[in-house]
């Protein structure tokens, strides 16, 4: 069974910049591609980052595309999210996905864009 912890999220002013962090057991993330979603409230949960499997690929929506990074550790098992020159309209529950089949999700984590 995997499990998948986001953490490291919280509050920053606009303009700011914010890392979020999952971490799983074993050596899930080196063996799959992986994926950031994010759900803002009233609106459907949305896709923001992709990696492969290697890490060696990424790929961006044009919403975060230059000031979002996506990254995987495979020596502590750990999917980061790197998110710079945040916005009010960034503030979301953010989630990290593992495409295992079926795909494994986080519990979430809250980012708060606010002045």
């Known amino acids: 069974q995997v499990h998948l912890v986001e953490s490291r999220g919280g509050s920053v002013q606009p303009g700011g910049s914010l890392r979020v962090s999952c971490v799983g057991s074993g050596n899930i993330f080196r063996m799959n591609a992986a994926e950031w979603w994010r759900q803002a409230p009233g609106k459907e949960r949305e896709l923001v980052a992709w990696i492969s499997a290697g890490g060696t690929r990424t790929n961006y929506p044009s919403a975060v595309k230059g000031r979002f990074t996506i990254s995987k550790d495979h020596r502590d098992n750990t999917l980061g999210l790197q998110m710079n020159s945040l916005k009010p309209e960034d503030t979301a529950v953010y989630y990290c996905?593992?495409?295992?089949?079926?795909?494994?999700w986080g519990q979430g984590i809250q980012v708060t864009v606010s002045s």
């Open positions: 996905k593992l495409l295992t089949y079926p795909p494994t």
